[in-house]
Every structure is written in structure tokens, then in C-alpha cells.
């Protein structure tokens, strides 16, 4: 018996996305979308079994229920179709230990978007002509403005060179060094800095 497989000639289309904020109904969408989307970018260089212990831990709808408890924690939830969640900025109150944080500093824990919806194909909401990781910066920088706060804080790994390179597009510049673990593996991020 033989099966006929075809192949689309013409790409998927993107669906629209659209912004809105996350609530305590969400955490089990943000801990998938946060897991999928780590395992998504750091496949490259992170071993598989340290990458499942790190969701295991950190991804979790436990997790993000505690974090949206918390008075100085936003999440912008990206969002397609029928609010699908592909992806998120989350701001909460800087988790830097070995850095020097300032009272009104925050900090952009994580902004994560599956890759499928970076291009400039994907319109977002509200937003003409601007990609969805940047509508999702702009999110976190008014919120982080609405809260009071700074100075904007933010770490990402000192390979991540797509990143870096949209941070620093952003006006953050480096201000520091830190080390992070993810399952056995110790990565070395650097400290990014944005004034309010």
C-alpha cells in the first residue's frame, strides 16, 4: 500500500497575533510556551537532559501562578488564532544576586517567542508595521515606565548573538556579568542595562 505524502508548495500562513495581558488563568500556558520555546533556542548549545531539568524547575504553572501573584510582575502575553500563546515578556523585580540593583530597577525576566512568529509577515494588533518581539519590548518598557521603575534589566547568555544584537538595537547596553545553571550546566550571561 502506498501512501500519498504532499509536500505545500506555498508557505503556512501566519495568523495575526495580538498582545494582551496574562492572568493567573495563564500559568499553564506560560509554563509550556516558556519550556517549548527555551528548548527551542538553546538546543544549540545546552544538552537535552540539563534543558528538561531546567523546565521541570522553572517552567512550571506553579511557577508562574507565584510570579503573577507578586505586585511587580507583568506579563504580555502574545497571542494567535483562537489565543493561542506564542509567546511573552515578563517584568519582575530583579532576581540578580551578584549584581548591584537599584530600588527602581526591574527586571525583564524572559521575553520569549517561538520563531515562526518573528518575521515582519506577522502582524500584530494595534501595532502597523512593527514585529511582535518588538511589540512584545515596547509592552514590557511602558510597564516597566507605568510601575515607576529606572532602569530595565535583563540577562541572556554571551553566545546568544541574535539577542545581544536586538537588546542592544533597544538602547541596553552591557553593565555586567553573571553565572546561571541550567540542569548541571553553568552558562555565563551577560547583564544588559536599559535607562527609563
Not at 548549545?45 to 511557577?63: F, S, Y
Request: hydrophobic share 45%; aromatic share 8%.
Amino acid at each position: 500500500m502506498s501512501v500519498d505524502i504532499r509536500i505545500p508548495t506555498v508557505p503556512p500562513t501566519v495568523e495575526p497575533v495580538t498582545l494582551r495581558r496574562a492572568t493567573a488563568a495563564d500559568a499553564a500556558a506560560l509554563a509550556l510556551v516558556g519550556a517549548a520555546t527555551f528548548l527551542e533556542a538553546f538546543t544549540w548549545m545546552l544538552p537535552g537532559a540539563d534543558i528538561v531539568a531546567h523546565c521541570a524547575k522553572n517552567h512550571t504553572p506553579e511557577a508562574y501562578a507565584t510570579y503573577l501573584a507578586k505586585p511587580d510582575t507583568r506579563i504580555t502575553l502574545a497571542v494567535a488564532g483562537a489565543d493561542v500563546p506564542v509567546g511573552y515578556a515578563m517584568l519582575t523585580a530583579p532576581e540578580l544576586p551578584s549584581f548591584d540593583v537599584l530600588p527602581t530597577d526591574i527586571e525583564l525576566k524572559r521575553i520569549y517567542l517561538f520563531s515562526r512568529f518573528r518575521s515582519s509577515a506577522t502582524p500584530v494588533a494595534g501595532h502597523p508595521g512593527v514585529r511582535t518581539a518588538q511589540a512584545l519590548m515596547d509592552a514590557a518598557i511602558a510597564d516597566a515606565l507605568a510601575l515607576g521603575r529606572t532602569r530595565l534589566l535583563l540577562g541572556t547568555h554571551a553566545g546568544n548573538e541574535r539577542a545581544i544584537g536586538f537588546y542592544r538595537r533597544n538602547g541596553f547596553s552591557e553593565a555586567g556579568t553573571r553565572t546561571f545553571t541550567v540542569g548541571t550546566q553553568v552558562c555565563c550571561d551577560l547583564i544588559f542595562a536599559l535607562d527609563l
